[in-house]
Nanobody, 126 residues
Protein backbone atom coordinates (compact mmCIF):
# COMPACT_ATOMS: atom_id res chain seq x y z
CA UNK A 1 0.00 0.00 0.00
CA UNK A 2 1.32 3.43 -0.96
CA UNK A 3 -0.21 6.78 -0.11
CA UNK A 4 0.73 9.75 -2.26
CA UNK A 5 0.43 13.45 -1.44
CA UNK A 6 1.16 16.11 -4.06
CA UNK A 7 2.18 19.68 -3.31
CA UNK A 8 3.64 22.70 -5.06
CA UNK A 9 0.81 23.68 -7.34
CA UNK A 10 -0.38 27.25 -7.72
CA UNK A 11 -0.93 30.19 -10.00
CA UNK A 12 1.92 31.29 -12.26
CA UNK A 13 2.28 33.53 -15.29
CA UNK A 14 3.09 32.11 -18.69
CA UNK A 15 6.82 31.54 -18.99
CA UNK A 16 7.19 30.92 -15.29
CA UNK A 17 8.22 27.83 -13.36
CA UNK A 18 6.84 25.54 -10.69
CA UNK A 19 8.12 22.42 -9.00
CA UNK A 20 5.62 19.80 -7.94
CA UNK A 21 6.47 17.29 -5.24
CA UNK A 22 4.83 13.99 -4.44
CA UNK A 23 5.58 12.46 -1.06
CA UNK A 24 4.96 8.75 -0.67
CA UNK A 25 4.34 6.77 2.47
CA UNK A 26 5.58 3.24 2.92
CA UNK A 27 8.95 1.60 2.92
CA UNK A 28 8.71 0.21 -0.61
CA UNK A 29 8.71 3.51 -2.52
CA UNK A 30 11.93 2.63 -4.30
CA UNK A 31 10.31 -0.44 -5.87
CA UNK A 32 7.69 1.61 -7.73
CA UNK A 33 7.92 3.43 -10.99
CA UNK A 34 6.33 6.86 -10.62
CA UNK A 35 4.36 8.99 -13.00
CA UNK A 36 2.77 12.39 -13.34
CA UNK A 37 -0.54 12.87 -15.11
CA UNK A 38 -2.77 15.90 -15.59
CA UNK A 39 -6.41 16.54 -16.20
CA UNK A 40 -7.88 19.76 -17.52
CA UNK A 41 -11.59 20.56 -17.15
CA UNK A 42 -13.67 18.55 -19.59
CA UNK A 43 -10.71 16.49 -20.74
CA UNK A 44 -9.41 13.03 -20.03
CA UNK A 45 -6.49 12.46 -17.71
CA UNK A 46 -3.30 12.47 -19.74
CA UNK A 47 0.23 11.24 -19.24
CA UNK A 48 2.91 13.85 -18.56
CA UNK A 49 6.05 12.07 -17.38
CA UNK A 50 7.28 8.88 -15.73
CA UNK A 51 10.44 7.60 -14.08
CA UNK A 52 11.57 4.07 -13.37
CA UNK A 53 12.20 2.83 -9.85
CA UNK A 54 15.93 3.51 -10.07
CA UNK A 55 15.58 6.82 -11.86
CA UNK A 56 17.58 5.36 -14.72
CA UNK A 57 14.93 6.01 -17.35
CA UNK A 58 12.44 8.80 -17.80
CA UNK A 59 9.62 9.33 -20.29
CA UNK A 60 7.77 12.50 -21.26
CA UNK A 61 4.85 13.40 -23.44
CA UNK A 62 5.99 15.33 -26.49
CA UNK A 63 4.20 18.52 -25.44
CA UNK A 64 6.43 18.95 -22.37
CA UNK A 65 9.78 17.76 -23.70
CA UNK A 66 12.48 20.30 -23.03
CA UNK A 67 10.29 22.07 -20.46
CA UNK A 68 9.39 19.52 -17.76
CA UNK A 69 11.77 17.23 -15.87
CA UNK A 70 10.80 14.34 -13.65
CA UNK A 71 13.15 13.17 -10.92
CA UNK A 72 13.03 11.20 -7.70
CA UNK A 73 14.82 10.92 -4.38
CA UNK A 74 14.30 7.44 -3.00
CA UNK A 75 15.89 8.39 0.32
CA UNK A 76 13.15 10.99 0.78
CA UNK A 77 10.33 8.91 -0.76
CA UNK A 78 9.61 11.81 -3.09
CA UNK A 79 9.17 12.33 -6.80
CA UNK A 80 9.37 15.77 -8.40
CA UNK A 81 8.16 17.46 -11.55
CA UNK A 82 10.14 20.56 -12.46
CA UNK A 83 8.06 22.63 -14.88
CA UNK A 84 9.66 25.48 -16.81
CA UNK A 85 8.42 27.75 -19.57
CA UNK A 86 4.85 27.10 -18.52
CA UNK A 87 2.05 27.75 -20.98
CA UNK A 88 -1.66 28.39 -20.41
CA UNK A 89 -2.38 24.99 -21.94
CA UNK A 90 -0.47 23.39 -19.04
CA UNK A 91 -3.30 24.44 -16.73
CA UNK A 92 -4.73 21.31 -15.10
CA UNK A 93 -4.91 19.27 -11.94
CA UNK A 94 -1.65 17.32 -11.71
CA UNK A 95 -1.63 13.85 -10.20
CA UNK A 96 1.23 11.62 -9.20
CA UNK A 97 0.87 7.86 -9.36
CA UNK A 98 2.81 4.73 -8.44
CA UNK A 99 3.21 1.69 -10.65
CA UNK A 100 4.52 -1.84 -10.34
CA UNK A 101 4.65 -2.41 -14.10
CA UNK A 102 7.66 -2.04 -16.32
CA UNK A 103 7.99 -0.67 -19.80
CA UNK A 104 7.50 2.70 -21.40
CA UNK A 105 4.21 1.74 -23.03
CA UNK A 106 2.53 0.74 -19.78
CA UNK A 107 3.90 3.72 -17.88
CA UNK A 108 2.25 6.10 -20.34
CA UNK A 109 -1.21 4.72 -19.56
CA UNK A 110 -3.57 5.56 -16.68
CA UNK A 111 -4.28 1.84 -16.32
CA UNK A 112 -0.61 1.15 -15.67
CA UNK A 113 -0.76 2.67 -12.17
CA UNK A 114 -1.85 1.18 -8.88
CA UNK A 115 -1.97 4.18 -6.56
CA UNK A 116 -2.90 7.82 -7.09
CA UNK A 117 -2.60 11.05 -5.15
CA UNK A 118 -5.39 13.55 -4.70
CA UNK A 119 -3.97 16.05 -7.19
CA UNK A 120 -2.69 19.60 -7.07
CA UNK A 121 -3.97 22.50 -9.19
CA UNK A 122 -1.64 24.27 -11.59
CA UNK A 123 -2.98 27.41 -13.25
CA UNK A 124 -0.96 29.29 -15.86
CA UNK A 125 -2.20 32.75 -16.76
CA UNK A 126 -1.52 34.37 -20.12
Amino acid sequence: QVQLVESGGGLVQAGGSLTLSCAASGRTFSSYAMGWFRQAPGKEREFVAAITWSGGSTYNVDSVKGRFTISRDNAKNTVYLQMNSLKPEDTAVYYCAASTVVGAFALRRVTGYDYWGQGTQVTVSS
